[in-house]
């Protein structure tokens, strides 16, 4: 079985009215060092199975299995601390925490192990992504691109081994944009298993997988 084994997700919304089928049996899988293309029309379904891997979304069916660990069905606990130190995650929606700097932010899933490496490391991948001069800046104070490149560094920091990226390069000058594919390649190069939700047909010329889906479906 290969290090990442999505198995037949499907997904609907349903509210008191009608039901969203989004994903229909989804399926693939990954090894570590592999990097995954995303693609597919807005509403298509990229941002809803980017959350299912990541265990912040529950399937209807299916299973998402990472290094051995059902994810879907561990408890929220055991989520939370998957995704702490195995998942990294950079949100479509960068969501930082507002009363914290950019530092903090990215220490976030280190918060409690006070490593001096980590915050290095926070520090290192800021100057990477051309935010040194932000260091101690709140979120409303920045750019939704500098907000954006702060959501990679936090998902980075830990060196996790499935970084989830949903759409990274959104709203980034090319320089930025680069930037950003680089640490996220460099990341896939050391062994981490990546996907990349995006529309920038660029991002495909580093996959060793790309994936289109459309009507919840894959080709
Ligand atoms: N919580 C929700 N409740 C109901 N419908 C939802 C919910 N979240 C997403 N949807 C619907 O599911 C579909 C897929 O949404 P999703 O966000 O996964 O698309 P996407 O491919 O990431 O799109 P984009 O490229 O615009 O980010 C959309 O039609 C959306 O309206
Ligand atoms: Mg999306």
């Given at each position: 079985m290969p290090l990442l084994s999505v198995d037949a997700i499907s997904k609907s919304y349903k509210d008191k009215t009608e039901s969203l089928s989004v994903l229909s049996k989804i399926s693939f899988g990954l090894e570590g060092g592999q990097f995954?293309?995303?693609?597919?029309?807005?509403g298509a379904g990229k941002t809803t199975l980017i959350n299912i891997i990541g265990g912040l979304d529950l399937p209807d069916e299916g299973q998402v299995i990472f290094e051995d660990k059902r994810?879907?069905?561990l408890?929220?606990?055991?989520?939370?601390k998957l995704?702490?130190?195995?998942?990294?995650?950079?949100f479509q929606n960068p969501n930082l925490v507002v009363h914290l700097n950019v530092l903090e932010n990215v220490m976030l899933p280190s918060l409690f192990e006070n490593r001096e490496d980590r915050k290095l490391r926070?520090?290192?991948?800021?100057?990477?992504?051309?935010?040194?001069?932000?260091?101690?800046?709140v979120p409303s104070k920045l750019s939704d691109g500098e907000k954006r490149r702060v959501s990679i560094a936090r998902a980075l920091l830990t060196e996790p081994k499935l970084i989830l990226a949903d759409e990274p390069t959104i709203n980034l000058d090319s320089e930025n944009r680069d930037a950003v594919l680089d640490l996220i390649q460099e990341a896939t190069e050391k062994g981490a298993t990546t996907i990349v939700a995006t529309h920038d047909e660029d991002v495909s010329r580093l996959s060793d997988l790309v994936l289109h889906i459309k009507f919840g479906q894959l080709s």
């Amino acid at each position: 079985m290969p290090l990442l084994s999505v198995d037949a997700i499907s997904k609907s919304y349903k509210d008191k009215t009608e039901s969203l089928s989004v994903l229909s049996k989804i399926s693939f899988g990954l090894e570590g060092g592999q990097f995954c293309t995303l693609f597919g029309p807005s509403g298509a379904g990229k941002t809803t199975l980017i959350n299912i891997i990541g265990g912040l979304d529950l399937p209807d069916e299916g299973q998402v299995i990472f290094e051995d660990k059902r994810i879907d069905s561990l408890d929220e606990r055991s989520k939370a601390k998957l995704r702490a130190s195995t998942i990294g995650i950079a949100f479509q929606n960068p969501n930082l925490v507002v009363h914290l700097n950019v530092l903090e932010n990215v220490m976030l899933p280190s918060l409690f192990e006070n490593r001096e490496d980590r915050k290095l490391r926070a520090i290192s991948l800021l100057k990477r992504l051309n935010l040194e001069s932000k260091l101690k800046k709140v979120p409303s104070k920045l750019s939704d691109g500098e907000k954006r490149r702060v959501s990679i560094a936090r998902a980075l920091l830990t060196e996790p081994k499935l970084i989830l990226a949903d759409e990274p390069t959104i709203n980034l000058d090319s320089e930025n944009r680069d930037a950003v594919l680089d640490l996220i390649q460099e990341a896939t190069e050391k062994g981490a298993t990546t996907i990349v939700a995006t529309h920038d047909e660029d991002v495909s010329r580093l996959s060793d997988l790309v994936l289109h889906i459309k009507f919840g479906q894959l080709s």
